[in-house]
């Protein structure tokens, strides 16, 4: 199992950047697969939303449409950590970003193929 702890989140005007942070301890990181998702609020049991997804070497990497060109997700596995970041921010990206492990080295782009999840960092986008 792999434990997650996502940070920089916040609340920034539309147009803003962020970068979110995954930190990851327990089994091997490099190994693993990884994807940022989010969730509104008032949607709870929608399946969560995918948003970026990388491979095991950060050779792959994959974009929902609404975020392309405007996300960028990379890994550093020396410091067992995951980033996105986030430019040109719109208010429909509000949302709880969630950084979740897939004990795979290739990526995906479903919610349900992850095995082990961080506990999500607000973002609120403002107009």
């Known amino acids: 199992q792999v434990q997650l702890v996502e940070s920089g989140g916040g609340l920034v005007q539309a147009g803003g950047s962020l970068r979110l942070s995954c930190a990851a301890s327990g089994r091997t990181f490099s190994r693993y697969a990884k994807g940022w998702f989010r969730q509104t609020p008032g949607d709870p049991g929608k399946e969560r939303e995918f948003?970026?997804?990388?491979?095991?070497?950060?050779?792959?990497?994959y974009y929902a449409d609404s975020v392309k060109g405007r996300f960028t997700i990379s890994r550093d596995n020396a410091k067992n950590t995951v980033y996105l970041q986030m430019n040109s921010l719109k208010p429909e990206d509000t949302a709880v970003y969630y950084c979740a492990a897939r004990d795979s080295i290739v990526a995906r782009t479903v919610s349900r193929e992850y095995d082990d999840w961080g506990q999500g960092t607000q973002v609120t986008v403002s107009s």
């Open positions: 948003v970026a997804a990388i491979s095991w070497n950060g050779g792959s990497t």
